[in-house]
């Protein structure tokens, strides 16, 4: 097939005996310049105007005017005046402005713009400082034990101090507040968690692992490098997919590499985070898994991993590929290398490839020494703490770090100096990615639709409309939140017993974790996993994990609270669905393409029938 040709095809014909190429190409359009000749406009030197379909039918009668205007020779001056009058016309909404024309004298009537649609603009601390007086005259005298309120806001009074006219504008749509006078906050949360739910499943992952493994494994088709990146949880389960990808190749796993990332900056390894040894051990009936490649192997590759060839495999990839693809390819070389491993592995694949997922995530993996030790006093502290409410204490996974708030490209409260940051930020962390031709930043809209992070503002008064009083002790996972100062301030207000590892942890022993983002995360994952109620204010990785290990160590069902950030019509009844939601939700099973780190039912649990007479106790388990 040949390739086109820029000067078109070309057929032969014969004429007076001679042979002539003719070309079937069309001829090019003519040029939109003015031609002399032929026409009447030639001697006035005037450009004929095509009118496009696109134009708007303002544009198309003012140039139908200038048109006559000038095909008869009339005023010229008017032509100025016509341009100005239509510019006029065509801002004039933009502008907010009326445009009319009486006995040629143009009159402008200025009109003040449309109020913006109810939940689109930033308007919490107003909210805040109207209902706070009603918080303080609510507030728990804590005799009885309990950390939530026997009291409740009255929304009905609230509203009608505040008018009626102006409540709309007030609520931001990703707030929850209660508002039931009719019912005591006690008598809510108590029948807010259905015990019918709990279904009392039980980890049947090892069991199952270790009836695969009593049987002496078969000769390792080669060493498998893989290369995981991201922060901690990412990183997790890179790890864990590829435990089960090994085991599918029978391959003899090499103690994985940490990629640093440019946004976490952390230079662990392995062993900096998790128990190497532990890991080893837990999974040596099932795959081998070694620290390093042997010496012969690195000699064949200059004693250089990087020359190891590099296997492009695609995301999500399924086991048929892996069998077809890429055994043959580690039989032959005697070691690859896949990097990055990110979401390699399908998510659906056979029952004994998620076991070794299971038992990766749930059982073999545990934090380094060093993590686990000042955890386990973190938790202590908790506990104790929080004695008078028999040692439970809320914990929330708070998002609103710096590039948090810039990806979402929302507004607050920080007027330009906030914007300039965000614009700052979005270009040191995406590099243009939000200034490329045809992107629209939409603040208004992404508010509506519940993508703006919830500010630790609004956390508090979610958590004090559920019912929660200043009694509750709290413990709140975060990063360097922004403008921390200004806006941790009011939640401090709201729960007084607000703790974070910072606080939680002397600066002696938070030293050695200085610098290193997965493992401060790993100890805030610790201190949200023996929680008595977990809330998620944002998406990602590390509340997906941290809800499927509440599951796996809960009998199935853990406390944890998904507000929904879009729901904001029925005030009256908002609460309760949320709540229920949340409760249903948490005995929910893998669907199809679901990911059993955060649903490790069926394929990891199995459920037992038998009721249990214990009750879910948070507060103890494996860390």
Known sequence: ?????????????????????????????????????????????????????????????????????????????????????????????????????????????????PPPPPGSLYRSPQLFNNLWPFMESHTSSNTNGSSYSNNVISWDKFSRELGEEHWALYLPKRVILMIDLERRNQEFLMTAWDPKLRQHWKPCSNNSISEAGLEELPKSNGFLIIEANGGLNQQRLSICDAVAVAGLLNATLVVPIFHLNSVWRDSSKFGDIFDEDFFINALRNNVTIVRELPENILQRYDNNISSIVNLRVKGWSSPKYYLQKVVPKLVEMGAVRIAPFSNRLALDVPSEIQRLRCFSN??????????RTLAEKMVERMIKQSSDSEGKYVSVHLRFEMDMVAFSCCEYDGGEEEKHEMDMARERGWRGKFRRRGRVIRPGANRIDGKCPLTPLEVGMMLRGMGFDNSTSLFVAAGNI???????????????????????????????????????????????????????TQGGNFPHFLMGHRHYLYQGHAKTIKPDKRKWEDFQ???????????????????????????PMPDCMCKHPEASGEDNNNTTGKI
């Open 1 to 113: 097939m040949h390739g086109y040709s820029r000067l078109g095809n070309s057929t032969t014909a014969t004429a007076n005996g001679r042979s002539v190429t003719v070309s079937t190409t069309p001829s090019p359009p003519s040029s939109p310049r003015f031609r002399h000749g032929r026409s009447k406009l030639a001697a006035s030197n005037v450009s004929v105007i095509r009118l496009s379909k696109q134009q708007s039918m303002v544009e198309r009668v003012m140039v139908l005017i200038i048109s006559i205007v000038f095909r008869r020779k009339g005023v010229l001056l008017l032509a100025p005046l016509l341009y100005i009058v239509g510019m006029l016309l065509y801002i004039g909404g933009s502008l907010n402005l009326d445009v009319n024309v009486i006995n040629n004298i143009v009159l402008l009537h200025h009109h003040p713009p």
């Open 573 to 599: 009844h908002q609460m309760r669905e949320m709540l229920h939601h949340s409760d249903v939700k948490g005995s929910e099973l893998k669907k199809a393409n679901g990911s059993l780190y955060t649903f």
């Open 482 to 536: 922004y403008k921390a100062e200004k806006y941790m301030a009011p939640l401090k207000q709201m729960f007084p017993r607000l703790e974070t590892k910072e606080t939680l942890a002397t600066p002696e022993e938070l030293a050695i974790f200085k610098g290193h983002s997965s493992r401060l995360a790993a100890l805030d994952y610790t201190v949200c996993l023996h929680s008595e109620v977990f809330v998620t």
């Open 362 to 371: 749930y059982e073999a993996m545990r934090f380094s020494e060093p993590i």
